[in-house]
């Protein structure tokens, strides 16, 4: 099985910074585009920044210059540094990726559980 799990989350006070990783383990051939999501209590899901194989990034406008998605390909890894966090960054952060294992037939889409983000003064 693949398991995708998150870490880093906290409580911080607007203006501080906390970076969040996301590690994947398990029966995997390869890890392709993987992204970050984030949800707040009675909102949708968010893509918040996507990062292909080769380094590749977009970001969602309310996070472009403060927060930076990267990733270790060699440690099935991936990071998100998020800078000068506001209090509506406040949001259950979830990776997310597309990769291929030998136990199921062509590309899946994997899910972390979450981690929370709370900014607050």
């Known amino acids: 099985q693949v398991q995708l799990v998150e870490s880093g989350g906290g409580l911080v006070q607007p203006g501080e910074s906390l970076k969040l990783s996301c590690a994947a383990s398990?029966?995997?051939?390869?890890?392709?585009?993987m992204d970050w999501y984030r949800q707040a209590p009675g909102n949708q899901r968010e893509l918040v920044a996507h990062?292909?194989?080769?380094?590749?990034?977009t970001y969602v406008d309310s996070v472009k210059g403060r927060f930076t998605i990267s990733r270790d390909n060699a440690k099935n890894t991936l990071y998100l540094q998020m800078n000068n966090l506001k209090p509506e960054d406040t949001a259950v952060y979830y990776c997310?990726?597309?990769?291929?294992?030998?136990?199921?037939?062509?590309?899946?889409?994997?899910w972390g559980r979450g981690t929370q983000v709370t900014v607050s003064s």
């Open positions: 990062i292909t194989r080769g380094g590749s990034t």
């Open positions: 398990g029966r995997i051939f390869s890890i392709y585009d």
């Open positions: 997310h990726a597309f990769i291929t294992s030998p136990v199921v037939t062509g590309m899946s889409a994997y």
